[in-house]
């Protein structure tokens, strides 16, 4: 294990140098300021600020983080939805990010301290795995992720599941959000860098129809920090010579088909609907729903989830001053929130930015904030 | 903030750990003759004669008792021989160590810390001259607690308050080794490996670097809780310097990073309890570092930062990739997938 991470040469100095003297070249060539681009991805926002490769990017690019972040565009009341079920009796199982998510008035924590049965897991079969424990119970997975994610639990769905297990589903398309972005005037992104993991499983290829739609160039990217540079030099090489096309950078892992048997077992069991991604917009075929024919295993269909009697008439105060749903769209970044890293913090999040390790606030949070580091010699 | 309740954040030497400390402990605080409460730092000095009178003291708490590369007896006869060491004394002359053990603690397990805490005196030419015993209900106390003060004398105390722009910013070797190897065994993640604590008494290396040093060794740290990235705050801010931290220059085992890229934990904010962070003036960077690398534990020692004028209280990373600022660790770092 120790040599393999020794070896990772995508962390090398001298390359970087390299492509951050390419970038500063092709920003020049274009010769317009700002040039924003958009990626959609907590784990390209990790590899930025953990490397710290914002302070070596040209004054004029902006690299923005889009909604990429799964936990928080997870919508207020699918949140409802999952407390309304501890709250009815079932048992809710979900991955930790979602705990400290806040719905309308509580949160799947303030349910868990409310007596409601939580638990947090690592994994979709972990959930089967308790439900087959505790037969006389129901048990709810309430599920979270993008398409890459979805596939795990369209899997599971497909190789069976306990009859007392039902799935609610708020997973989400990344795709479609992207087309709503590009759509937003105020943003101006002029490319995009999609996410790599996501693209081992849809393939480079499903980018193609939005880059000439739009205009606007693909780049699909890799995590480790030369991937992300590498990335955003051919991005803003795509954008100087006005072509929207889309590039695999990743292509290690990626091919243009993508993971046909997986895709398969995604569509099988879920189909794209039009849905709300928190802070965002209404985001058309960007939820991910279980088709009609596993109504059986929908937790919609097998209970009645009584929302109102958990929805909130309290109004947060400070809820009202957070900005999550501007920076998930791209229009502000986490250091112009006025909440951000004082009253909004990691033990104390006010936004769903702030809960989740992908979310943009928490992640410049850990990784020190944002201020211009280009002065200081 | 008078109905908050304490959290296990308030023990990691991080900073709720300070706030709690400044907000309810620094009320004890009064005027002594040389380094008292108020300075938070890692021990006291008063003023005896010429001399100091350096005094600190530990309790000791660690899950589990015994770990990869020591225990808690090693730990606690180390820990306090380092604070001792960190304020420029390297002499103890004297420890008390007090025992508060458990209802039903093994008594073979109690005669293993014994013989490690013995061991560990002698490395360290430290011997106990006094000590306490309590036992505590079961369930009243989670198997044992040690503390241990310790005494000495010195005649030139080095604060952790020294750093002006231009001093240079050494760490003894290696990070993270204590800190992994006890998480590893206590959430038992199946990845230990090679993974061993660092702990062991400092002070024979401190002499050494005093006595290269002299009055150029301005400010010294043990990383313990809060680990690199705490110190580097503390320095800073006692300081009112900035402090520009070259991450590739900071040595970490291959087993640590390993263990901490699969966990998303930051070396820099994991615990140590056998090294020494440790500001120079510029001209004396060489002379200590050829001290240090000539002592067995010593050997990788490395130049990792340099105290800036810019940005006091701040501490900027630099990533051999990119730079962004250090964030001062919160609570004690726990692995992602717990």
């Known amino acids: 294990m120790a040599s393999a991470i020794e070896e990772l040469k995508f962390r090398d100095p001298a390359k970087a140098r ?49 909604p990429g972040c799964p936990v928080c565009v997870t919508d207020t009341p699918e949140v409802d939805e999952a407390v309304a079920l501890a709250a009815q009796g079932a048992r809710v199982c979900t991955y930790g990010d979602m705990l400290r998510l806040p719905g309308t008035s509580k949160s799947l924590a303030d349910a868990q301290a409310d007596g409601g049965k939580v638990e947090v897991v690592y994994s979709v079969s972990q959930a089967a795995e308790l439900a087959r424990r505790r037969p006389a119970e129901q048990v709810v997975f309430f599920a979270s992720g993008f398409e890459t994610t979805a596939v795990a639990t369209a899997a599971l769905v497909l190789a069976g599941v306990p009859d007392n297990l039902s799935v609610l589903s708020s997973h989400k ?30 393939g480079w290829g499903i980018f193609e129809p939005f880059a000439r739609q739009t205009g606007t160039p693909v780049v699909v990217a890799g995590f480790e920090p030369l991937d992300v540079l590498a990335a955003i030099v051919e991005l803003v090489r795509l954008i100087r010579l006005g072509r929207p096309e889309v590039v695999n950078c990743y292509p290690r892992c990626v091919s243009k088909e993508g993971n046909r048997p997986a895709q398969e077992k995604l569509w099988k069991v879920f189909q794209a609907v039009d849905g709300n991604w928190r802070g965002i917009a209404r985001v058309p075929r960007g939820n991910l729903d279980l088709k009609p024919e596993w109504e059986r295993v929908n937790a919609r269909h097998r209970f009645a989830i009584d929302t109102a009697a958990v929805g909130g008439a309290e109004r947060n105060l400070l809820a009202d001053r957070c900005i999550c749903g501007s920076i998930m769209s791209g229009l502000a970044k986490p250091d112009q929130c006025a909440l951000f890293g004082k009253e909004c913090r990691p033990e104390t999040p006010v936004g769903a930015c702030m809960v989740s390790s992908e979310g943009a606030c928490k992640i410049w949070h850990v990784y020190g904030g944002h201020p211009n580091l280009q002065e200081v010699a | 903030m008078a109905d908050e309740k304490v959290a296990l954040k308030h023990g990691a030497g991080g900073r709720a750990m300070r706030a709690l400390i400044e907000d309810v402990f620094l009320k004890l605080a009064s005027p002594v003759d040389g380094i008292g409460l108020s300075a938070l730092d890692d021990g006291a000095a008063l003023r005896v004669g010429d001399r100091w009178l350096v005094v600190t003291t530990d309790s000791h708490v660690v899950h589990p008792i015994f770990f990869p590369g ?16 960190m304020m420029g004394a390297t002499e103890p002359l004297a420890l008390t160590c007090a025992v508060i053990l458990e209802e039903g603690f093994p008594r073979r397990d109690l005669e293993r ?30 198997g044992v607690v040690l503390n241990t003060t310790g005494v000495a004398l010195a005649d030139r105390v080095v604060s952790d308050a020294g750093l002006r722009p231009g001093d240079r910013i050494i760490v003894t070797g290696s990070v993270g080794d204590h800190g992994m190897a006890v998480m590893m065994r206590r959430h038992q993640l199946g990845l230990e490996g090679d993974l061993r604590s660092d702990v062991a008494p400092l002070n024979g290396l401190v002499r050494e670097v005093l006595r290269a040093g002299g009055e150029d060794v301005v400010a010294m740290k043990d990383p313990t809780r809060g680990g690199l990235a705490s110190v580097l705050h503390e320095m800073a801010g006692k300081a009112n310097v900035g402090i520009l931290l070259q991450e590739p220059a900071v040595p970490v085992n291959p087993e640590v990073r390993a263990a901490c890229e699969v966990l998303g934990i ?15 003036r510029p001209g004396a960077a060489d002379r200590v570092m050829a001290a240090l690398r000539s002592h067995p534990q010593g050997r990788r020692a490395a130049l990792v930062g340099t105290a800036l004028g810019e940005r006091p209280g701040q501490v900027i990373l630099d990533t051999g990739l990119g730079r962004r600022m250090l964030a001062e660790p919160d ?7 717990c």
Not at chain 1, 22 to 36: H, K, M, Q, T, Y
Not at chain 1, 40 to 59: D, K, T
Not at chain 1, 174 to 180: E, I, L, S
């Open chain 1, 173 to 202: 398309y990344v795709p479609a959000a992207m087309d709503v972005v590009s759509g937003m005037k105020e943003t101006n992104i002029e490319g995009f860098i999609a996410a790599g993991h996501a693209a081992t499983i849809t």
């Open chain 2, 331 to 337: 609570g004690e770092p726990l692995p992602r997938i």
């Open chain 2, 70 to 85: 020591g225990d808690i007896g090693r730990l606690a006869i180390s820990g306090t021989v380092n604070d001792l060491a």
């Open chain 1, 18 to 66: 390299a492509l951050t003297e390419a970038l500063a070249r092709e920003v020049d060539a274009l010769g317009r300021s700002p040039v924003s681009v958009m990626h959609v991805c907590g784990s390209h926002e990790q590899a930025i600020a953990r490397f710290g490769l914002r302070a070596s990017f040209p004054r004029s690019l902006d690299v923005i983080m889009g």
């Open chain 2, 266 to 280: 930051d070396p820099l904010v994991v615990a140590n309890e056998g090294k020494a962070v440790i500001g120079v």
């Open chain 2, 113 to 142: 810390l014994r013989d490690s805490m013995l061991a560990t005196c002698r490395e360290a030419n430290a011997p106990i001259v006094t000590g306490d015993t309590k036992v505590m209900g079961k369930g009243e106390i989670d």
